[in-house]
């Protein structure tokens, strides 16, 4: 993947300030991809959110293309070039007609030294419900990706809990499910290294807009455990996993104290996202309409 993007290098204002505004940024990498989004290598994709997600029906549509990764090249900011080689990489898309979310927040980490073959990702939002005009919901999941088992936190597939507090300088979230518990912790200070970057406002007519806030350089402890029946931690399989090197967000507003939620499934299409439904054969069936599956 190589590119170039220039601009006047003037900064907007937004909740977080303007940050830098780069003038010329150059890139060219090569991306070798380990782990797609449901599993080990070669592994068949799932929909982070059940299978309606793929469809036109859900706004924005979100798709973790690349759990894992390694990259090298180099990105070369004003002049100022680095250079990099087998980097953890992760990569996911964002895309639909509709408003963003209003408010959000997200952890990414897949460089945890005592286990190579970790990786996590966990987010939640506040959007608009579908065919319920002005009503929103709060939504979140965890994924873990782990050697070639995949655990994933998602309230319209399976009795799942995901409730989180956040605010910057700490991310606090908890997934229950059925067989499965998972903790995640984490942390960064005022003066760490962050970014303010443009993200697309919910509004279209606003476009993009700074008002994300994001550090690479957050420190993330997760915990993993198996359940029994009667929700009892019975084995421990991830031990407090810890990374000095996560991508800490948040994003959107107004942030003006703690968010404390839990994922919550309003719309009345929520029962049917957990159904066994293959995305694949449908879009077979729906070939002959027209593009209607940009996420498959």
Known sequence: HRGRLTSEGESEEGPWGGG???????WDITVTPLRGWGGGPG?????????MTALPVFEPHWQVTMAHGLASGWIETDGERVEFSDCPAYSEKNWGGAGFPLKWWWVQCNSFAD????SVTATGGNRGVVVLPNVR??????????G???FQFVPAQQASAVRWDVEWGRWSVTAVGERYECSIEGTCTNDDKSTVIRAPSDSLDEGMAPSCRETFTGVVVVSLWRLNDRGERVETIIDAATSDTACLEIGGGPWIGPWRSAAEIRSPLGPLMGLPVDVRAVAS?????GDVLPGL
Do not use: C, I, N, Q
């Not at 286990?115 to 970790?118: C, G």
């Open 20 to 26: 830098r505004a780069a003038k010329s940024v150059r």
């Open 43 to 51: 592994a068949k994709m799932v929909s982070p959110a059940g299978w």
């Open 115 to 118: 286990y190579p073959d970790l």
């Open 137 to 146: 919901e709060d939504v979140g999941l965890v994924g873990v990706h782990f």
């Open 148 to 150: 070639d088992r995949f």
């Open 285 to 289: 069936l729906l070939s002959p309409f």
